[in-house]
Nanobody, 128 residues
Framework: QVQLVESGGGSVQPGGSLRLSCEAS????????MGWYRQAPGKEREEVAT????????KYIDSVKGRFTISQDTDKNTLYLQMNNLKPEDTAMYYC?????????????????????WGQGTQVTVSS
């Protein structure tokens, strides 16, 4: 049984930093995509950042580019999201996702969604 456990959320002031972690267990695929999603109150869930098992298919939404960094430690089966220069609009519940579709298209790998497994979420609040 696949389990994803997020940690690292909290409350910070604007401009602060947080590092989210997602520890995966029971997940044995070597060809995969993982990602971070977030959902703010009254808004739809949005994809924040994704990464594939090879580490080449990295993608961010425009609003976090240059501030957030997704990474993974395959030995520890852990996904990370380093969040710097946090803004109030980053306030949301952040979810880890795994089991996404990894697809080779023309000359590169892409993560195409379809995540099968989700964590319970960790709250991030950015406020002065």
């Amino acid at each position: 049984q696949v389990q994803l456990v997020e940690s690292g959320g909290g409350s910070v002031q604007p401009g602060g930093s947080l590092r989210l972690s997602c520890e995966a267990s029971g997940y044995t695929s070597s060809d995969y995509c993982m990602g971070w999603y977030r959902q703010a109150p009254g808004k739809e869930r949005e994809e924040v950042a994704t990464i594939d098992s090879g580490g080449s298919a990295v993608k961010y939404i425009d609003s976090v580019k240059g501030r957030f960094t997704i990474s993974q430690d395959t030995d520890k089966n852990t996904l990370y999201l380093q969040m710097n220069n946090l803004k109030p609009e980053d306030t949301a519940m952040y979810y880890c996702a795994a089991g996404g579709l990894r697809q080779w298209i023309i000359s590169a790998y892409y993560c195409l969604g379809g995540y099968k497994y989700w964590g319970q979420g960790t709250q991030v609040t950015v406020s002065s």
